[in-house]
């Protein structure tokens, strides 16, 4: 499983109705003996690795289920790290896009005016900075990719359709 998303997702439409998908998702996962921890919101079902073997790159898989027009439901799946993690890498890029922006137009502006562009060595290492988080992202999706796999596989058996590392299926993850 490789992908260059900061975030890989997936989509998957059945025929079932919205409060049968629900239903039959959480009892699926009760069944199962993978352990993972689940939380339900409206609307929404989220995967989590069980907390004695979760790492700071462990993955959990967000389900976002909505009714379709011909009455089945459309569910959308996202992997992202745990919640405090991804609150590290959204306000690091968020910092760095920032202050890279500023420091552009700072830089160019003491370029144009004839001064020493100063401004362009913090450009600089914002852009490293970036490229640096989306290294660490990669890194900790390769670290985490077997329990993306067992996440996907959850939900896979769930919706009746058990997947294999070669065989995908339908609802085949968007790496």
Not at 7 to 18: A, G, I, Q
Not at 30 to 42: I, N, S
Not at 81 to 105: A, H, K, M
Not at 106 to 119: C, N, S, T
């Amino acid at each position: 499983m490789s992908s260059f998303r900061i975030r890989p997702r997936f989509c998957d439409t059945v025929e079932l109705s919205l409060d049968e998908t629900r239903d039959r998702i959480l009892c699926s996962l009760a069944q199962q003996a993978t352990g993972l921890e689940v939380k339900t919101f409206p609307g929404m079902i989220g995967l989590h690795i069980p907390e004695p073997h979760r790492r700071h790159w462990s993955p959990r898989l967000f389900l976002s289920l909505e009714s379709t027009a011909e009455g089945g439901t459309r569910i959308e799946g996202i992997y992202g790290p745990e919640i405090e993690i991804w609150s590290v890498f959204l306000y690091g890029y968020l910092i760095t896009g920032l202050l890279g922006t500023f420091s552009g137009i700072l830089g160019f502006a003491q370029r144009a005016l004839g001064y020493y562009p100063w401004g362009l060595w913090v450009l600089g290492g914002m852009i490293l900075l970036a490229v640096l988080l989306y290294v660490f992202a990669q890194l900790g999706q390769k670290l985490g990719a077997w329990q993306t796999f067992q996440l996907h596989q959850a939900y896979q058996t769930a919706m009746g359709r058990p997947i294999s590392e070669m065989n995908r299926g339908p609802a085949a993850v968007h790496w």
